[in-house]
């Protein structure tokens, strides 16, 4: 891992996923886990405050980057809540079958390499009742701002993490065997080739 990825990207991921207009989405989708939570990529643990406590019985906070486990110091003594970090990548997620009540993807899936395996093992963990609650940001809908992710999109990756502006979010959910039982769509503040986001919940379909 170069210098930049663990010292610096984890400042400018911090800040930038913590801008007003993404927490104003995080308060919207984090407050809906309850149970045993598995949280994707919980980076510098900005979603702990979003976490309604009563409901939760504790927190896995899955984050391969040593860099961002740092950041999360200060988040993660004032959870109210118990956090066991879970360090290797989302496509390998080293919990039992059938652990999680929750599954809470934020702004992560458009960062993971391989998205098909990462949420074959999010099925694999959650209970068959269980929901995945999910806020990404992805494929716009319309065809100037597409053009626009797609010309940008190989240089955005190199300096955001591996950040893909252009998935189309959905799509990925479903075919992975989940079936969305509720979404929201729309631009949130900020560059449009950027801001457009999905959030919601799917069950395993």
């Given at each position: 891992?170069?210098?930049?990825e663990?010292?610096f990207?984890p400042?400018?991921?911090?800040?930038?996923?913590g801008l007003k207009?993404?927490?104003k989405?995080r308060?919207?989708?984090?407050p809906?886990?309850t149970g045993?939570v598995l949280?994707?990529?919980?980076?510098?643990?900005?979603?702990i405050?979003?976490?309604?406590?009563?409901?939760?019985?504790f927190?896995?906070g899955?984050?391969?980057?040593d860099?961002?486990?740092r950041?999360?110091r200060?988040?993660?003594?004032?959870a109210?809540?118990?956090?066991k970090?879970l360090?290797l990548?989302?496509e390998e997620?080293?919990?039992?079958?059938?652990?999680?009540?929750?599954?809470?993807l934020?702004?992560?899936?458009?960062t993971?390499?391989?998205w098909r395996q990462?949420?074959?093992?999010?099925?694999?963990?959650?209970k068959?009742?269980g929901k995945?609650?999910f806020?990404?940001h992805?494929?716009?809908?319309d065809?100037?701002v597409?053009r626009?992710q797609?010309?940008?999109?190989?240089?955005?990756?190199k300096?955001a993490?591996?950040?893909?502006?252009n998935?189309?979010i959905?799509?990925?959910i479903e075919k992975s065997?989940?079936a969305i039982?509720?979404?929201e769509?729309?631009?949130?503040?900020?560059?449009?080739?950027?801001?457009?986001?999905?959030w919601?919940?799917?069950?395993i379909?």
């Amino acid at each position: 891992m170069s210098i930049y990825e663990e010292y610096f990207l984890p400042h400018f991921l911090d800040l930038a996923c913590g801008l007003k207009a993404i927490r104003k989405q995080r308060k919207r989708v984090v407050p809906q886990a309850t149970g045993r939570v598995l949280e994707i990529g919980m980076g510098s643990g900005l979603n702990i405050p979003h976490y309604d406590a009563a409901k939760v019985e504790f927190v896995w906070g899955l984050e391969p980057s040593d860099g961002m486990r740092r950041k999360a110091r200060k988040n993660l003594a004032k959870a109210p809540f118990e956090v066991k970090w879970l360090d290797l990548p989302s496509e390998e997620i080293p919990l039992d079958d059938n652990s999680a009540d929750t599954v809470l993807l934020t702004y992560t899936l458009c960062t993971i390499p391989d998205w098909r395996q990462a949420l074959d093992q999010m099925r694999r963990v959650l209970k068959p009742h269980g929901k995945l609650i999910f806020c990404e940001h992805g494929e716009a809908p319309d065809a100037g701002v597409q053009r626009w992710q797609q010309r940008v999109n190989p240089t955005w990756k190199k300096v955001a993490g591996g950040c893909n502006l252009n998935r189309p979010i959905p799509a990925l959910i479903e075919k992975s065997g989940f079936a969305i039982r509720q979404m929201e769509t729309g631009y949130i503040n900020g560059p449009k080739i950027a801001c457009f986001n999905y959030w919601g919940a799917a069950t395993i379909a």
